[in-house]
């Protein structure tokens, strides 16, 4: 089955704005019991999101991992529910992509998350993910926001 596919349009050019709120779209879906990969385009942008999961919200606890600290332990990743900075397929219900250009294992998700605010640069990036998909024969559904 096809991944559901849908894009959050923020008002905003605040590129923290759109980061918080996909840590409340994270924190929604911990609290629904699903497993999340989050993409990044480096290791520092993943070591950010990292510190900004833990503190956005003092009243928030999402438990999670950062995807290379997976790689440094013997066996099998630990059953985390969210992993952040997935550069490969993690197992997970729900991928939310925060980097400039679609993952290329999106498709073996359920669900992808996307994220296009005001800011011109990364709303230009955001127009050719949508396409991107859209040619991949999908129809992503939009979500305008005001965060």
């Known amino acids: 089955m096809p991944p559901r596919i849908d894009f959050y349009v923020l008002e905003s050019a605040d590129d923290k704005a759109r980061l918080i709120y996909a840590c409340r779209l994270i924190e929604k879906a911990f609290q629904q019991q699903q497993t999340v990969c989050v993409t990044l385009d480096s290791p520092a942008a993943a070591e950010a999101f990292d510190a900004l999961l ?12 950062l995807a290379s ?11 985390t529910p969210v992993h952040i ?21 999106y498709d073996r998700y359920a669900r992808v998350v996307d994220f296009v605010d005001a800011e011109p640069a990364r709303r230009d990036a955001g127009r050719r993910r949508f396409a991107k998909y859209r ?9 305008k926001v005001s965060a």
């Open 54 to 65: 833990w503190t956005y919200d003092e009243q928030s606890f999402v438990p999670h991992l």
């Open 69 to 79: 600290s997976d790689t440094t332990r013997a066996g099998p990743p630990p059953q």
């Open 85 to 105: 900075g997935c550069a490969m397929p993690v197992a997970a219900d729900l991928l939310v992509n925060l980097g400039h250009d679609v993952p290329t294992f």
């Open 135 to 143: 040619d991949g024969g999908h129809t992503p559904d939009t979500h």
